[in-house]
């Protein structure tokens, strides 16, 4: 069969022509993005936001969600970025407790205008605060000792509340506390009416749209690809830098990396150590750091499937064995703090000096002698569990690995045991973790929120029968309001801690955000919404 | 041949739900509990909380109580509401089944527009260079991993070579078109917005080429083998006696009849690219139908993976039906039988 | 087949040894690398130039050298270390779940074709049943129930594996089972197990150990791909897959993430080519065509 090589089906043409069409496809795919004017006035931001479920206010309960919410609307009462102490005025101009010792009474601005042009007034911000009361969504948890809202005039309300020593300006100051415009979102459903819960039909319409007073106004989300925002005209602290703001869902941090080099994003937030030591030479990129509030921690339990566990020793032994200096200044590339126990550096009473003066740290021959003192010359085993996830680019994995590999030095053997997240918090919230690698983020930075998880609910976790005079000792502290004094109480606190030994804090990242240096005025945040972005303008 | 029709679709229903029973009861021995990571560490810690939400999503029924609710909720075409989400798990899947849809066909099309011509011209020049060319061309494809193939591709055509766009279905500055059918191209083009589209049909360049990889291997093996058997059949050789053009030979007859084994091998290798995308859309951060399994699963959202598993299970089911159908009517013996 | 035909649609004339290149060179090659694996393997303490799991975070992340070949990996081990105790695991996975997998099978498959009837029925339904899962919920759900780890992920593979192999056993019996010297073995009263086991088997095995060393590969792509999505290996176990992912977000570091790929892909291939050489082999329809 000769003619066979007259088939006709000429291969060259068509893998030409198959390349051809390639380059075809890619070539000028990419929009000349980066230089037009539209692209200009969008601030796009690169973010992993799968974990959100709602943009509710009211709903919101994740990690990603608070940002564009902050972001949407706004507060009585702030933080500023950096000081994590002192309460900041934002739709509250200023605020007193009333002689009756449990009303607080707020004063507010009157220059605000809600996104569609109407003036805040009083009964927008009881609405909403009556409307987080009566959902009764995970929100609703930190503020359960507030009583009642109540509207004095236009531009006075009073906050009631059942048990003052409780603290609450420094919660209300998180997004999920936000003014609503009451017209605008009852016309979507909304109700602050006691049965809310089953009645309030707005959540659709609130994952979508908003009817605040923050900078931008949220125009969509498409989830886990994108959500956003355009331009508050009537925003009361002049107008936004920006036409639009754009999260797009990014959950590859190497992703977000070659889409911020590209100047396809403007700003990154989950890069890893090992991308950002590679954008400190670059000209057009400029990283910030943000001491936050969350940390990585190992809870070692007295588990009663464990008998070594439950020797204090033997849990003290391991707090001398880790290698903490090595996780942070490797894993991390040196980009984290570490606290004495459960109460982050930047709080009051919690400071890097106190952790050198009383934390625990690396002393091999202390930890065998905790070892033969517990009985336990030659070490013990005990499991360890973690999630399959990393947090500021250090995944679980490579800690337990590193815990496993330090521990294994003074005979103290770890046994992995990776699962996923489900069955983690099950085992852990059930008591029947031995050894836990896990995260805590606060709601809102307030010292008892952390202290009294620990002599409370995470207690029970660990088995540790909290003694009533810790207990008195986390009272007194949170209900004394001159803070020298209550930072002395929160340092014996954490003395305590460090003693019971069921706690070792490992890492408390300083978040490395990069920014495009075409843009400017965004600033980091650790207060729970990661960023402020209605100062955010194009250089 | 309609009872023969109706057996087999009253067979595959059966199967269908059988499937969800055995998902429904290996998801239910899982020892971690949906709740508590759907709640945050307060209101987890909250027995009263828990017991609440527990009731909300009906998981506090008995066990046979839950499935028959699914089971009547199929019935219904009701799907019931997404633990993770809180969205009905329809609309869930309807916002990510698009994006898997575009791209296994993409994909599929790809490994069809290549795979046949390079099949068929490996059986047309037997043992010649283009013929070893494709056969090692598609072992190999075959055997690349599919998650390392897809770090390699973005991290050359994007990262270093800067010549493909990233991750993801549009550029962080696209906007995504109104939504009609949720396939962007289609989409796109309906809408006349061709810059659009340009960028979604960039997007899809390396994920479907990664997609592609193992069917193209495939299709050539298939094409090429049915190709062999057509070319050494009686009328085939009879033609060449005639002698007709080889080209006429190879096109007009040998190739029509070595359609039927690709078409059929074809029809369940696009079934499985749709199952099997989970790996390429999560290094491409693609929004699709594999990443939303895996989150279903690694979360216990019970209504989402008995969804998924129903879906899943259906779409073998018929195209496994449509493959037989295909078979009895051309082959009659198979329906008497 | 005449022998007319066969002449006309073999057209290229060639050496004998240079067609034996051309049809089983793939194969042999192949056979080479598979070797050189099982021997890494099996000797890894020696072949390994370093313990794979000896921590060091100074060291860590280092592109490939003199010191280390292929560079460290994000707690400074030795990425060639780890590769070559990684084979052990990869091929120890596959191995175990194609044997078991599929001799549990091809008995079922071929006692079920033998016996026919409802037997036969309630078996095709079975596979079919299987094929219906969607494998990832399968699999992450078998591997939240009894915890990740190796066995536990073997487990939930073996489950999706055996019905090709029934299916394959099936038609082949269903082919066998009508020819004569079946009957014959019959008419002399051969029990059935003996006619299936010793009769019939054994002139089915050849499409049975394609079907095998094909699917040798297709089992460690397998569980490389479950190991990438966390399913496989406990820490600190060096795995292939399980290595990938590790350097997934490293694209800077590409030597974590491309040399365990690529130590996946040739085995993977080794199998592939020697199953097809296989193919070429056995098949005499292929081989004379």
Not at chain 2, 131 to 137: E, F, G, P, Q, S
Request: proline fraction near 6%; include cysteine; aromatic fraction near 8%.
């Amino acid at each position: 069969m000769t003619d066979e090589n007259r088939t006709g089906l000429g291969r060259r043409p068509f893998i030409a022509g198959g390349a051809g069409l390639l380059g075809a496809v890619l070539a000028g795919a990419r929009p000349a993005g980066a230089q037009s004017a539209a692209r200009r006035g969008t601030l796009v931001i690169g973010l992993d936001i799968s974990d959100a479920t709602s943009l509710d206010p009211a709903r919101v309960a994740q990690y990603s969600n608070p940002l564009p919410a902050h972001t949407a609307w706004d507060s009585l009462v702030t933080f500023t970025p950096g000081d994590y102490v002192n309460v900041k005025p934002l739709l509250a101009t200023e605020w007193a407790y009333q002689p009756d010792g449990k009303t607080i009474r707020f004063k507010l601005r009157n220059d605000v205008k809600f996104v569609s042009g109407k003036p805040m007034t009083a009964e927008d911000v009881r609405f909403s605060l009556q409307r987080v009361m009566n959902l009764k969504d995970q929100p609703q948890q930190y503020i359960a000792h507030v009583e009642s809202v109540k509207v004095v005039d236009d531009h006075t309300v009073d906050m009631v509340l059942s048990d003052p020593t409780q603290p609450i300006l420094t919660i209300i100051a998180a997004p999920e506390f936000v003014v609503m415009e009451k017209a605008a979102v009852m016309e979507h459903g909304a109700t602050d009416a006691p049965d809310a819960k089953e009645k309030d039909t707005a959540t659709n319409w609130l994952n979508d749209n908003s009817a605040g007073t923050g900078a931008y106004r949220l125009t969509g989300w498409q989830r886990n690809q994108q959500i956003q925002m355009v331009q508050n005209p009537n925003y009361w602290r002049g107008k936004p830098g920006f036409e639009r703001v754009l999260i797009r869902h990014m959950s590859e941090s190497a992703a977000q990396l070659l889409a911020l080099k590209r100047g396809d994003i403007d700003v990154a937030f989950n890069l890893i150590p090992e991308q950002v030591a590679t954008l400190k030479d670059d000209p057009a990129i400029e990283v910030k750091g943000a001491t936050s509030l969350d940390f990585i921690y190992m809870a070692v339990a007295a588990s009663p499937a464990n008998p070594a566990l439950q020797n204090k020793a033997a849990r003290q032994a391991i707090g001398y064995a880790i290698d903490y200096d090595g996780i942070i200044r490797n894993l991390i590339g040196g980009n984290a703090v570490r606290p004495v126990s459960f109460l982050p550096v930047g709080v009051n009473g919690s400071t890097e000096a106190l952790t050198k003066e009383i934390g625990f740290r690396e002393d091999l021959p202390r930890a065998k002698k905790l070892l033969a003192d517990a009985g336990l010359p030659d070490g013990f085993s005990f499991q360890l569990a973690y999630g399959n996830a990393a947090i500021a680019g250090v995944q679980y994995q490579n800690l337990a690995q590193k815990i496993q590999a330090d521990l294994a030095r003074v005979g103290i053997k770890a046994e992995l045991a990776p699962m996923d997240q489900l069955n983690l918090r099950t085992m852990y919230l059930g008591g029947k973790a031995q050894g836990v690698l896990t995260f805590w983020n606060p709601p809102a930075p307030e010292n008892l929120l952390w202290a009294s998880a620990t002599i409370d609910r995470v207690a029970k976790r660990v088995h540790w029968d909290v003694a009533p005079d810790v207990r008195k000792l986390v009272a007194d502290a949170a209900a004394e309001r001159d803070i020298t004094k209550s930072g002395a109480l929160y340092r014996k606190y954490q003395e305590v801690m460090v003693d019971q030994a069921n706690h070792f804090v490992l890492i408390q990242p300083i978040y490395q955000v990069a920014m495009r240096k075409t843009i400017t005025g965004v600033q980091l945040t650790a207060a729970g919404w990661m960023a402020e972005l209605s100062g955010a303008k194009p250089v | 041949m309609i009872r023969y029709v109706s057996s087999r679709l009253a067979m595959a229903a059966v199967m269908v739900v059988l499937a969800t029973l055995v998902i429904f009861l290996i998801s239910n021995t899982v020892p971690g509990d949906p709740v508590l990571t759907q709640l945050g560490d307060l209101a987890a810690s909250n027995p009263a909380t828990v017991a609440e939400f527990r009731h909300k999503w009906g998981l506090d029924l008995p066990l046979w109580d839950r499935y028959w609710i699914f089971l009547s909720g199929l019935a219904h075409g009701d799907f019931g509401v997404s633990i993770v989400s809180r969205r009905p798990v329809l609309e869930d899947i309807a916002d990510y089944a698009p994006a898997t849809v575009e791209l296994a066909s993409v994909a599929f099309l790809l490994s069809l527009v290549v795979g046949l011509p390079l099949g068929v011209m490996a059986a047309v020049k037997r043992d010649s260079w283009i013929d070893h060319v494709a056969r090692a061309l598609s072992l190999v494809g075959v055997s690349a991993p599919t998650f390392w193939l897809a770090f390699v591709m973005l991290a050359v055509f994007y990262g270093a070579l800067d010549v493909a766009p990233g991750p993801g279905r549009l550029d962080p500055v696209s906007f995504p078109p109104a939504r009609i059918t949720g396939l962007l191209l289609i989409d796109t083009a309906l809408q006349g917005d061709w810059d659009t589209f340009h960028d979604a049909l960039a997007h899809l360049v390396l994920p479907s080429i990664v997609l592609a990889g193992a069917t193209l291997g495939l299709i050539t093996r298939t094409t090429r083998a049915a190709m062999l058997e057509a070319l050494s059949q009686d009328y085939v050789r009879v033609a060449k006696a005639k002698g007709l053009r080889a080209r006429i030979v190879v096109m007009g007859h040998a190739l029509p009849n070595a359609m039927l084994p690709v078409v059929t091998l074809g029809g369940l290798a696009y079934a499985n690219l749709l199952a099997g995308a989970v790996m390429t859309e999560t290094v491409f951060s693609w929004p699709g139908l594999g990443r939303y399994t895996f989150q279903s699963a690694v979360s216990v959202d019970f209504p989402a993976i008995m969804a998924i598993t129903a879906i899943v299970a259906a779409i073998f089911v018929l195209v496994n039906f449509l493959v037989d159908l295909s078979y009895a009517l051309l082959d009659p013996r198979v329906v008497k039988k | 087949m005449s022998g007319i035909a066969q002449r006309i649609v073999v057209p290229v004339v060639a050496s004998p040894s240079r067609r034996w290149l051309r049809r089983y060179g793939l194969a042999a090659a192949g056979a080479a690398i598979i070797v050189a694996w099982l021997l890494l393997a099996i000797f890894a303490p020696w072949a390994a130039p370093y313990d794979p799991n000896f921590v060091d975070v100074a060291g860590r992340l280092k592109p490939p050298s003199s010191v280390h070949w292929l560079g460290t990996d994000a707690l400074g081990r030795d990425v060639a270390s780890r590769i070559i105790y990684g084979a052990r695991i990869s091929l120890l996975v596959g191995f175990t779940v194609v044997l078991i997998g599929g001799l549990f099978g091809t008995l079922l498959g071929g006692a079920a074709a033998y016996m026919r009837g409802w037997a036969e029925e309630a078996l095709m339904r079975l596979t079919d049943l299987v094929f219906c899962f969607p494998p990832i919920i399968l699999a992450m759900a078998i591997a939240a129930a009894l915890g990740i780890g190796t066995g536990n992920t073997m487990i939930a593979m073996l489950v999706v594996w055996w019905p090709k192999f029934s299916r394959l056993a099936r038609s082949l019996v269903i082919t066998q089972r009508s020819l004569e010297y079946v009957e014959a073995a019959q008419t002399i009263g051969f029990g059935p197990a003996h006619i299936l086991l010793r009769q019939i088997l054994p002139n089915a095995v050849g499409p049975l150990i394609v079907l095998v060393t094909l699917d040798l590969g297709n089992a460690i792509l397998v569980f490389a791909g479950l190991s990438f999505l966390g399913l496989g290996v406990v820490p600190p176990t060096a795995e292939w897959g399980a290595m990938v992912a590790e350097g997934r977000e490293l694209v800077q570091q590409w030597w974590v993430a491309t040399f365990p790929g690529i130590a996946i892909l040739s085995v993977v291939m080794g199998f592939n080519f020697v199953g097809d050489g296989l193919r070429d082999w056995l098949d005499p329809h292929a081989r004379n065509r």
